[in-house]
């Protein structure tokens, strides 16, 4: 089984009319939290095999991509042409795996993975596609150190298992949208992701999580190091 974790970096359908994910300073932002918190989870992933798909715009300069190769060894850089969401690139990508199955995850470049969200996920197969994803995460407020429990269905951090040369990858629809594609969902009851509210998120924000439980100081530090988080 061949598992992928996918990433998007500065695609231009990222952009707002009040924010360029190609500036500088959103770059810079963004860079620190990539560095911070999405690296090192899947650094410290308790399964190893992987490959990670970074998707940049096709305008990147080769320095800030070679930078990103220097964070993680398994970073397959794929640029991505103007609007697209970078789906054909990545199902070219899958569509040439020999193995009989293939996992593609997903994780934004500000959030961060469970150190055993990866193998979980394999743990869980049972012979079919299927999706497969954890209802409970975290949602770390980055600006006042804040760690509260939460619970989504649907959520962006799901997978997809499938067969390589048919697959349309986790990548090919609204994470919001898996349970009206037709195939079951595999719902795992860990803790398996950590979003991170920064100021600048596009889509999360406070409001989203007004329901959510706070984690108690002394237990902040042990569940952060379940993330490779310091």
Not at 9 to 21: A, E, F, I, K, V
Not at 127 to 141: K, P
Not at 167 to 178: F, L, P, Y
Not at 179 to 194: A, F, H
Request: charged share 25%; net charge negative.
């Amino acid at each position: 089984m061949k598992h992928f974790v996918i990433t998007r970096w500065n695609l231009r359908q990222m952009s707002t009319p009040s924010r360029d994910s190609r500036s500088e300073e959103w770059i810079a932002g963004r860079r620190e939290c990539f560095v911070r918190y999405c690296a090192p989870s899947i650094a410290r992933q308790t399964m190893r095999d992987l490959t990670w798909i970074v998707l940049f715009d096709s305008e990147t300069p080769a320095g800030d991509v070679a930078w990103f190769i220097e964070q993680d060894e398994r970073i397959l850089p794929v640029m991505v042409q103007g609007m697209a969401p970078g789906t054909e690139e990545v199902q070219e990508i899958v569509h040439a795996v020999e193995e009989e199955w293939v996992v593609t995850t997903r994780v934004d470049s500000d959030d961060a993975l469970h150190r055993d969200h990866l193998r979980r996920v394999q743990d869980g197969f049972d012979g079919s596609s299927t999706y497969v994803e954890f209802t409970h995460g975290l949602m770390l407020d980055a600006r006042r150190e804040d760690l509260y429990h939460v619970r989504e269905l649907s959520n962006a951090f799901s997978s997809l298992i499938e067969p390589p040369e048919t697959a349309s990858t986790i990548w090919s629809c609204w994470h919001s949208r898996i349970r009206e594609q037709g195939l079951p969902v595999l719902s795992l009851e860990e803790i398996g992701w950590l979003i991170v509210i920064h100021g600048f998120n596009k889509g999360s924000n406070l409001a989203q999580w007004r329901h959510s439980d706070p984690v108690q100081e002394d237990e902040k530090r042990r569940l952060l190091s379940e993330f490779g988080i310091s």
